[in-house]
């Protein structure tokens, strides 16, 4: 792998829909051979971008080069070397995996007997080899998701670019996808990949991309990212709800920062500057106000709370409470 080489740049993309601004300066850069991952709630054009990467949409302004290719003067260049797998996938529900593939490599000219050997190929890759004459609408979820990634890779892609791959898929689900986006990584594709689970981002990219409203408000790997928002955080759980009030009075006067109260688990939470001063003096507070800790523990910042304080509360919350995508 060329380590400087960058797959994707983008540069002050910009995009509207009547007075909405999708995009609204949007830039980044991912070198090859790595996994970016584009965080963000609903509407925040995560779909947009990657729909302008893949040149299946036109910005009013703004840059962008895919494999070394500008997509605007030469969008057929990029379509060779580019694989997609949208929110909405296009398999043929009746037929089999192995049907469907044989199908796409035969749409991309593959030829009779390459497209076939292309596609048991492919089945083997993502795990999809025993699938037999099952029709696709048979299938799981997550069996469907991993089909959509192996259509995606047809061309054996450099860069790929997965939106939303495992929307509305159960935890098993979505470890099999996972497995398979990194099994495509050790070949040297570049994945961008855009999600609302904080923590799909967390397990997959290398680096990522918080965007809200059209724009990137932070980037960073995921360690980075939670040390922007200020350094650990100290997490405190009473004994009793009747103490919780006065623990956060508590820990307010040793954080100086906003205490985050959670009443069903008796867990209070805040940003400290300095770890093991703010412990010791947590621990006697807490002991000279006759409270009872259950459990105290000293923790980075999880990138939901990154999010949140990054973005307001207006943004919309990126967790992974979504359900189905809509069709
Ligand atoms: N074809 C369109 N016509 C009008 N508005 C659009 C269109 N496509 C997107 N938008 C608007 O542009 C903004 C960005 O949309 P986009 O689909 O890129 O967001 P997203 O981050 O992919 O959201 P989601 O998580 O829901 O998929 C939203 O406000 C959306 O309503
Ligand atoms: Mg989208």
Known sequence: MAGHELAIVAEGLEKSYREKKALDGLSMTVPSGTVHGVLGPNGAGKTTFVRTLATLLRVKAGRAEVAGIDVRRHPEEVRRRIGLLGQHAALDEDLSGRQNLDLFGRLYHLGTRRA?????????????????????????????????LAASFIIDPQVLFLDEPTAGLDPRGRSEVWNAVRSLVGGGTTVLLTTQYLEEADQLADRISLIDHGRV???????????????????????????????????AGVSGGAVDVDEDTRRISAPVADRMTALNHLVRALHDAGIEAEDLAVRRPTL????????????????????????
């Not at 922007?228 to 009793?240: L, P, Q």
């Not at 709370?305 to 979504?322: I, K, N, Q």
């Open 304 to 327: 939901d709370e990154v999010f949140m304080r990054l973005t307001g509360d207006g943004g919309g919350r990126p967790s992974g409470v979504r359900e189905e995508e809509s069709v």
């Open 217 to 251: 408000i932070a980037d960073g790997t995921a360690d980075q990212l939670k040390a922007k928002v200020g350094g650990d955080r100290i997490d405190v759980v009473v004994r009793t709800a009747g103490q919780l009030q006065a623990a956060a009075a508590v820990l």
């Open 116 to 148: 076939a050997a292309r596609a048991d190929e492919l089945l083997e890759r993502f795990g999809l080899t025993d699938t037999g004459r099952r029709p696709v609408k048979a299938y799981s979820g997550g069996m469907r998701r991993r089909l959509d």
